[in-house]
Every structure is written in C-alpha cells, then in structure tokens.
C-alpha cells in the first residue's frame, strides 16, 4: 500500500541552526500539506501546495520558514533560525486534488530544538 | 473563521463498552465536510470517518458510526465494541466545502484510553 514517507523521523537541533524536513507523497497526489503539531494539540496547517504551486501559506511564519515543491511532487519545508519554540511535530499529508478526496498522513519529524 | 472544539481532553472505556466523543465547530458556511482522524500512539494519523454537510444521514464505518447535528453544530463519534486497538487520540477536523479550498482546521483532540 503506497505511503506518505517523510524524513528524518526525528531531529535535534540546537537553536539558530537551520533543518530541513523532507515528505514525498503519494505517487500521483497532486495536493501536498505540511502540519505543525505541537504536543497536545490538533495538527495546525502551516502550508498547502497544488502541485508545485502554494494554495494557502497563511500560517506559514515566513520570517524564518520556507517551503517548497519545485516539481509538483516531493517537497522540503526548512527552518532558518529554528527557536526553541519550533519544537513540535511536523507532519506532512497528501490528497488526489479535488473535493472529495481525503488525505493520507506520513509519520511525521519530531523536532526537538535545543 | 471556523472553529473546532473538542471539550473532552480524555476519555476511558471498558474494552467491549461503547464511547461517544464529542465535538462542537463554528462556521458560516452551509457547505463543508467534517472529519473523524484517529492518532494511534507513534503512529500516523488515519481518517476514521467522513461526513458531508449536505447528507441528512450519519456516516458509519463498521463500529464506528456519527451523529451530526448540523443545526447545533455537534459531530460526536460513537466507537461500539471497543477494542484495545482503539486506544488513540482522536481529533475531529473541519474542511470548507467551497471549491478551491481544502484547508483543514482540526480540533485538539481527545484521547481514548481502553481499559482491559
């Protein structure tokens, strides 16, 4: 059964440096999502491609945060500063564009900045 | 802005026993599409259960089934027969129905614990 994967499963870091997250979706799956999901809570959307186009980054903080989906397919989120606050679970989801499609979830990256 | 509530931080039930789950949202919106995810402990999330706005009728799944009270703006799962397997946060999500838009806003979740 075909999978969301995302790398690296987990990450330490230490504040100010930079880490980049990796998800590859769905073969096919043309709608990619990156979530941030701090412990205890929902998962909260930071981005949202179509193929490689962004749909809504409206909670992405742009001052330290970049994604990207150059090919419509795989895509990298980076941090640059990461801040203590960063840390939290990021999870990344994909969906057959269109309304009725539900989305697939990977395992997600544990961060932990330190 | 939509909104998502989920009032039960954490829930038991004895294994075989049924459970209900609650959530509440907000929204303008006549047409959307409402979500049931289910966050097993190290595992990733998997969909539960779908329910669209416009169906009169509750969703069900096997043992797990709705009930969406669309006036009252409530969607509780009810998990019958439960099974260790369930154990798991829960997390209801909204999802606007207009076309274009698959923004999903999610609740903070209920854990379910399963008692022997």
């Known amino acids: 059964e075909a999978e969301v994967a995302q790398s690296p499963r987990y990450k330490i870091t230490e504040k100010s440096q930079a880490v980049a997250f990796w998800c590859d979706p769905i073969?096919?799956?043309?709608?990619l999502y990156w979530y941030r999901q701090i412990l205890g809570q929902g998962p909260e959307l930071l981005v949202q491609?179509?193929?490689?186009?962004?749909?809504?980054d409206s909670q992405l903080p742009k001052d330290r945060f970049s994604a990207e989906r150059l090919k419509g397919v795989d895509s990298t989120l980076k941090i640059q500063p990461a801040e203590l606050g960063d840390s939290a679970m990021y999870l990344c989801?994909?969906?057959?564009?269109?309304?009725?499609?539900?989305?697939?979830f990977g395992p997600g990256t544990r961060l932990t900045v330190t | 802005a939509q909104t998502v509530t989920q009032s039960q931080p954490e829930m038991s039930v004895q294994e075989a026993e049924t459970v209900t789950l609650s959530c509440t949202y907000d929204t303008s919106e006549s047409d959307y599409y409402l979500f049931w995810y289910k966050q097993p402990p190290s595992r990733q999330m998997i969909l539960v259960i779908r329910q669209e706005a416009y169906k009169q009728q509750n969703a069900t799944e096997n043992r797990f089934s709705v009930n969406f009270q669309k006036a009252a703006k409530s969607f509780s799962l009810k998990i019958s027969d439960s099974q260790l397997g369930d154990a798991a946060m829960y997390f209801c999500?909204?999802?606007?129905?207009?076309?274009?838009?698959?923004?999903?806003?999610f609740g903070t979740g209920t854990r379910l614990k399963v008692l022997a």
């Open positions: 073969s096919g799956h043309a709608t």
């Open positions: 989801a994909s969906s057959l564009a269109g309304d009725t499609y539900e989305q697939y």
């Open positions: 999500a909204y999802r606007s129905g207009l076309s274009g838009t698959y923004k999903y806003i």
């Open positions: 491609f179509q193929d490689e186009s962004v749909v809504d």
